[in-house]
């Protein structure tokens, strides 16, 4: 069992220095984006997003239940934006 157990390791540790050379690369290149471009194009995504939920037309915000109440969503949608918007730009 415990020969199992230590060729699974190295054969784990195979495939992972496999992937190191890349991983190093890809790594850089994300290091390379400054902070606040990526925080400026998730801003500008949720900012597109509350566009695109304001144009919805309203069959398509509205739930319609059983008993005959109707839940309208974008209030609830855009709120929720709006509060990840204000978390994206004070952290």
Known sequence: MNNI???ATAIADTIAN???GMGDVMRGW???IPMSVAKGVFIVYFLLLKY???KLPEN???LSL????TIHLRPYALTSLAIIIVIYLVF
């Open 66 to 69: 059983e008993g005959g109440k």
């Open 5 to 7: 157990l230590l060729s």
């Open 18 to 20: 496999l992937f190191r």
């Open 30 to 32: 994300m290091l390379a």
């Open 60 to 62: 398509e915000v509205t």
């Open 52 to 54: 695109w939920i304001i």
